[in-house]
């Protein structure tokens, strides 16, 4: 498989063309925003987690039929995965409320939700990832409502999978966001999983101590970043005891460079 050239540059993450039309190479880099880009910083040693973390989930729902963007992990920072039209929609799943959603509607950090919450974002940067209801996505073509009655239902499933996943590790899956793309296979039109899941993306609470697994270490300056993402990784049996290198110098590395 050949790199070739830049197509898009993300806050988190690269992507290149392939020799094939059809696959692209998605490079996760260091980065770390907050806050619609407003808090930045580099934690050398996070991409390296995050393609390890994301590829450990996605290939698990794959076997458990939930289609996705991943064909297979290249290295230590990059995975071969495939070029769909991704929906400018940012879909947010939530458990327990927490972040956003208790400041907008002033509701209390760590209220249980009786049932998982699905909300919609407009992926747009210049515009700060505006809130939108599934009216708009409808009145404005972002997707149809065939689309997101599809989407909703994949959500659930991966909601559910994920969430058994994580309590078996002692984890509490507290919210997270997903990004789903058009494709065609064998010239049928699908929607299919795509970007990334991992610390980045989902928030994720010690069961027993609610202690921060997730990019909320470097929102709120909790410090330890590297070493919650690790911890994630290892629980998840993906880092062993015994091929702790990685680990090790990846946790050596969490030196954080404020950018500003
Ligand atoms: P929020 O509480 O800030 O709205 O975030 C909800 C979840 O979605 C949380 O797990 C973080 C994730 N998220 C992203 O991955 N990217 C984003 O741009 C935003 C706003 C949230």
């Known amino acids: 498989m050949k790199k070739g050239k830049k197509l898009y540059e993300g806050k988190a993450k690269i992507l290149y063309a392939t020799n094939d039309k059809n696959l692209v190479i998605q490079y996760f880099k260091d980065d770390a925003t ?14 390296v987690l995050n393609n390890r973390i994301s590829e450990h989930i996605l ?4 076997q458990i039929g939930i289609k996705n963007h991943l064909v297979k992990r290249l290295n230590m920072r990059e995975q071969i995965i495939k070029l769909v039209e991704i929906i400018p929609i940012e879909f947010i799943v939530r458990n327990v409320a927490t972040g956003s959603i208790t400041k907008r509607l002033g509701i209390e950090d760590g209220t249980v939700l009786k049932e998982p919450l699905i909300e919609y974002c407009l992926k747009d940067d210049k515009l700060g990832d505006p809130l939108v209801a599934e009216e708009h996505i409808i009145a404005f073509d972002w997707a149809s409502k065939k689309e997101i009655d599809k989407v909703k239902k994949i959500i659930l ?3 559910d999978f994920m969430i058994g996943m994580f309590r078996g590790v002692g984890i509490k899956l507290i919210d997270f966001k997903l990004e789903f793309g058009r494709i065609k296979i064998n010239s049928k039109n699908e929607i299919i999983l795509a970007d990334e899941i991992s610390p980045d993306t989902c ?13 909320d270490r470097f929102r709120k300056d909790l410090g330890d970043l590297i070493p919650a993402y690790t911890e994630v990784a290892k629980r998840l049996g993906i880092l062993h ?3 702790n290198v990685s680990a090790v110098n990846v946790t050596k590395l969490s030196s954080i460079r404020r950018k500003k």
């Open 203 to 215: 928030r994720l609470w010690d069961s027993v101590t609610d202690k921060k697994l997730d990019k």
């Open 157 to 159: 499933r991966i909601n």
């Open 34 to 47: 907050a806050f619609n880009n407003q808090k930045k910083t580099t934690i050398e040693g996070k991409g």
């Open 59 to 62: 290939s698990n729902l794959s």
């Open 241 to 243: 005891e015994q091929s």
